[in-house]
């Protein structure tokens, strides 16, 4: 690979065109369980040295996807921004304070937050106490007091169903094939499910489940999270065609069965 690349920079040099060494990048995926793929793979490329880690659209991939440097990195930019609205809390209200943090610390923790599906509990844990934090800032409650009441006051829901809630979004668009800008691949890879005759559920608007081979990897995608996850919800909400009316409907099912 090197080598070809060092083939790519001569080419570009020729043509009087420079590549950027150090903002190239190097992503080997490999299961937690392979031990043959070797971890620390790197390339040299110049004088620099790509170590194997990747950026796509601001989110930090690792070898075995485990999102790890993605969450590291968005929780120290969180925790940095939750010192400063902290600092400012006292001269603010709480319409104002819960705005910045949706503006700031929200908006963090639900971009790109549909990878996070199937990571384990101690990864999805440390977000959300990030959001505790930042519920208590904005309730101004000590750590002592429990978080639960302050979330169901700000009608907040959790990490956890923030996920299921973007995934089950994304869901009903391509189902549904509403207008907006989702990629016509996501529509392809969904299917209603098919019965051999005529059944009482058959008018219920089930998905097909794929099967998957490994759990770590095949369930987190799409094609096979979303059914599961569309499948389970009550048969009057996956009806519903407006998409405003679905996520309506939709964040009062999961703080219900957060919260009850």
Known sequence: MES???????WMTRHFLKLNDAKNELIVLKSRFDVRTPTACQLKIGNDI???????????????LSMDSQISHMSGMIIFQLRQIGQLRKYLDKMSTERLVHAVISSRLDYGNSLLFGLPSTSIK???RLQNT???????????????????SLHWLPVKYRIQYKLLCLTFQAVKAVKSDLPVYLSQILHQRSLPRPTRSQHQHRLDIPRSRTSTYGDRALSRC???LWNSLPADIRSLQSLDTFKKHLKTHLLLSYFD
Not at 136 to 152: G, M, W
């Open 50 to 64: 790509i170590t194997p880690t990747s950026r796509n659209l601001g989110l930090y991939m690792d070898t075995t």
């Open 226 to 228: 979303g059914p599961f």
């Open 4 to 10: 070809c690349i060092e083939a790519i920079r001569g």
């Open 126 to 128: 440390r977000l959300q």
């Open 134 to 152: 930042a519920a208590r800032i904005i309730a101004q409650s000590p750590r002592s007091v429990h978080i639960t009441p302050i979330l169901k």
